[in-house]
């Protein structure tokens, strides 16, 4: 079945800096790849996919690329805010669209 | 749309107490899941439902966990007897088939 290995599992980077998370996966036919982010205490909530018919999408300061070959895709959070720290899972849809997650990275803004 | 509702939002109870967690999905949603969530073991899948089928129960811990969806606007996860280790965030989601989930705001429990 599907396995996904997500790191780091803590990244502190400095307001304004750009922040990258790298997620890979072991099941060739996923083909749905969500990111979520949950805030202390508060429920996971998504905040971007991509499906594998595209190598990239971009939401305003996040992004998420993927690259099918080599099987893993990546957030990248830019500009970073003192919101933006939290904890961040990404996910692999399988066969049966159940998603399989990562472990979670969480995120520190440092101001 | 109100999103995946919970209830309750906590709840404390004596080792060995029955627990009744209960979710309402979003309307639509054909798959509603599961999760608990500690600090130790991040979040473990518990059992999902499509079509208000079990699909995957192979996460319930034991049998002292079970879990029901009789329609597809309700479903139920029950601990009985419950113990200080089912201490944890439970959550519930919804989601169409190859979307991403949508999360309720969970129910924090505390079994002492």
């Known amino acids: 079945g599907e396995n996904v290995e997500q790191h780091p599992s803590t990244l502190s980077v400095q307001e304004g800096d750009s922040a990258v998370i790298k997620c890979t996966y072991s099941?060739?036919?996923?083909?749905?790849f969500p990111w979520y982010k949950q805030e202390l205490g508060k429920r996971p909530q998504l905040i971007i996919d991509?499906?594998?018919n595209v190598g990239e999408k971009k939401d305003q300061r996040i992004a998420v690329t993927l690259n099918k070959t080599a099987k893993h895709f990546s957030l990248h959070i830019t500009e970073t805010q003192p919101e933006d720290s939290a904890v961040y899972f990404c996910?692999?849809?399988?066969?049966?669209?159940?998603?399989?997650w990562g472990a979670g990275t969480k995120l520190i803004i440092k101001p | 749309d109100a999103g995946v509702i919970q209830s309750p939002r906590h709840e404390v109870t004596e080792m060995g107490q029955e627990v009744t967690l209960r979710c309402k999905p979003i309307?639509?949603?054909?798959?509603l899941f599961w999760y608990r969530q500690t600090m130790m073991r991040g979040l473990e899948l518990l059992i999902y439902?499509?079509?208000?089928?079990?699909?995957?129960d192979s996460g319930m811990p034991e049998d002292r966990f079970s879990a029901k969806m009789p329609n597809a606007s309700f479903s139920t996860l029950k601990i009985q007897p419950s113990e200080p280790r089912d201490s944890a965030v439970y959550f519930c989601?919804?989601?169409?088939?190859?979307?991403?989930?949508?999360f309720g705001s969970g129910t924090r429990l505390t079994v002492v």
């Open positions: 439902f499509n079509n208000n089928v079990p699909i995957d």
């Open positions: 996910a692999a849809a399988d066969s049966n669209y159940q998603l399989i």
């Open positions: 989601a919804s989601s169409l088939r190859t979307r991403g989930y949508t």
């Open positions: 991509i499906r594998s």
């Open positions: 099941d060739s036919a996923s083909n749905y």
């Open positions: 309307s639509g949603h054909n798959s």
